[in-house]
């Protein structure tokens, strides 16, 4: 199946933004959702349908997508932000594929 | 509300197999596919396939085609995972999730775009001689 590339650590300064993307052939005629993870924690579902938010999940988490980039912005990290990132799609084949992930460490 | 509860620790020999189970509540057990995933220590996450629960059709990804199995029960809205010929590297949390997805437009075309949603608290299988 496809891969899709993640950086694999990001850091940002307390209140400021920080884009996290996720790079993969895919990409181009599929979107990706995109999922929080804490230590010793399940996953947990931040962006789906491109742009949305499930219920309960802050506003300064927004998703976009060009070309074969999937991004995930956080504007004004807070403390309880970090974590790791992980992007996911369906790929060509019909497979699911998650992005390598990236851990997002707030200053 | 929706929720997946899964089945407890496990410790297996090598050679052994293992069953998780991903018990569902709060909505129509059989309108959504159900995905498993899995972590092991320190790496990312790996898809390995998905059941409808509705006709019992699996798809499983390639590295675990023959040796994982997935079935459910809809009388107690209940998916299972097993595992066959376990390895030390098998060593993993295991994760159930709930698949959602839409059609979308993009651009001229159509995209498709999945999301899993909520997931399980995990099982930890635990394969050591």
């Known amino acids: 199946s496809s891969e899709l590339t993640q950086d694999p650590a990001v850091s940002v300064a307390l209140g400021q933004t920080v884009r996290i993307t996720c790079q993969g052939d895919?990409?181009?005629?599929?979107?990706a959702s995109w999922n929080q993870q804490k230590p010793g924690q399940a996953p947990r579902l931040v962006i789906y349908?491109?742009?949305d938010r499930p219920s309960g999940i802050s506003d300064r988490f927004s998703g976009s997508i060009s070309g074969n980039t999937a991004s995930l912005t956080i504007t004004g990290a807070q403390a309880e932000d970090e974590a790791d990132y992980y992007c996911?799609?369906?790929?060509?084949?019909?497979?699911?594929?998650f992005g390598t992930g990236t851990k997002v460490t707030v200053l | 509300q929706v929720q997946l509860v899964q089945s407890g620790t496990e410790v297996k020999k090598p050679g052994a197999s293992v069953k998780v189970s991903c018990k569902t509540s709060?909505?129509?057990?059989?309108?959504?596919?159900i995905n498993w995933v899995r972590q092991a220590p320190g790496q990312g996450l790996e898809w390995m396939g998905r059941?409808?629960?509705?006709?019992?059709?699996?798809e499983y990804a390639q590295k675990f085609q023959g040796r994982v199995t997935m079935t459910r029960d809809t009388s107690i809205s209940t998916a299972f995972m097993e595992i066959s010929s376990l390895k030390s590297d098998d060593t993993a949390v295991y994760f159930c999730?709930?698949?959602?997805?839409?059609?979308?437009?993009?651009?001229?075309?159509?995209?498709?775009?999945?999301?899993?949603?909520?997931w399980g608290q995990g099982t930890l299988v635990t394969v050591s001689s």
């Open positions: 349908r491109e742009d």
């Open positions: 895919s990409l181009r005629s599929n979107f």
């Open positions: 059941i409808n629960p509705k006709y019992g059709v699996t």
């Open positions: 996911n799609s369906r790929d060509s084949s019909g497979d699911y594929v």
């Open positions: 999730a709930r698949e959602d997805s839409d059609e979308m437009s993009r651009g001229y075309s159509i995209g498709w775009t999945i999301w899993f949603d909520p």
């Open positions: 709060g909505y129509n057990f059989i309108a959504f596919y």
